[in-house]
């Protein structure tokens, strides 16, 4: 079964310093990974995607993560954090073996970024 | 081209009332999924749709859910009979043909069953 997990309810940093989401996962066969961000009362905002090649995938608002196929990881980065980045993050997966097209979401980290 | 429609954005029953919830996926997507979220929880995968089809409904109640995406209009997420625990937000979700291809959500509805 897919499952993701998201191991901090909550990241803090202060504005201008780098940050790090972290993400882990489990699927059958290779892993089609997706970051998301929801903002209060909102839907979620497609970031950036790993589907394959560079193991550094760019995505929206400066934000990146590292797909790490030996540790089962996917974390988002970003090298100066902005106190409007502040929101909660989602880190999802589909698994290429899977014949459903569901994506699995994690728990959610939210990031604080204090001025 | 516009994203995905959610109505309506609100929406308050009773006990013992019928929910349904509304969502037209981006023109040319293919796939429509639906989620539930509670206050600060995560996103729980109900049901993923294809036109007329459903093809994973591992997520959703075996009661008083049903879900349906026809062949014209809006897919629907039906809530018969709906209780206090069903208030939440539920988010739907659509993407194009292809597994590395991403969803994009709608705006959500939150129902609160009074």
């Known amino acids: 079964a897919q499952s993701v997990a998201q191991p901090e309810d909550q990241v803090n940093v202060a504005e201008g310093n780098p940050l790090t989401v972290k993400c882990t996962y489990s699927?059958?066969?290779?892993?089609?990974l997706f970051w998301y961000v929801q903002y209060p009362n909102r839907g979620l905002q497609f970031l950036l995607k790993?589907?394959?090649?560079?193991?550094l995938v760019k995505g929206s608002y400066g934000f990146e993560a590292e797909f790490n196929k030996s540790q089962t990881s996917f974390h988002l980065k970003k090298p100066s954090a902005l106190v409007s980045d502040s929101a909660l993050y989602f880190c999802?997966?589909?698994?290429?073996?899977?014949?459903?097209?569901?994506?699995?979401f994690g728990s959610g980290t939210r990031l604080l970024v204090r001025p | 081209n516009a994203g995905v429609m959610q109505n309506p954005r609100h929406l308050v029953r009773r006990r013992g009332q019928e929910a349904r919830l509304r969502c037209s996926p981006m023109?040319?997507?293919?796939?429509v999924y639906w989620y539930r979220q509670l206050p600060e929880e995560g996103l729980k995968f109900m049901v993923y749709?294809?036109?007329?089809?459903?093809?994973?409904e591992s997520g959703m109640p075996k009661e008083r859910f049903s879900a349906e995406f026809p062949k014209e209009g809006p897919s629907i997420l039906r809530i018969q009979q709906v209780v206090r625990g069903d208030s939440a937000a539920y988010f739907c979700?659509?993407?194009?043909?292809?597994?590395?291809?991403?969803?994009?959500f709608g705006q959500g509805t939150r129902l609160t069953v009074v």
């Open positions: 979700a659509s993407s194009p043909q292809g597994q590395g291809s991403e969803a994009f």
């Open positions: 699927v059958s066969g290779n892993p089609y």
């Open positions: 790993y589907i394959t090649g560079d193991n």
């Open positions: 999802a997966v589909r698994g290429s073996m899977d014949s459903s097209y569901k994506l699995i």
């Open positions: 023109k040319g997507h293919s796939h």
């Open positions: 749709l294809q036109k007329e089809n459903i093809i994973d």
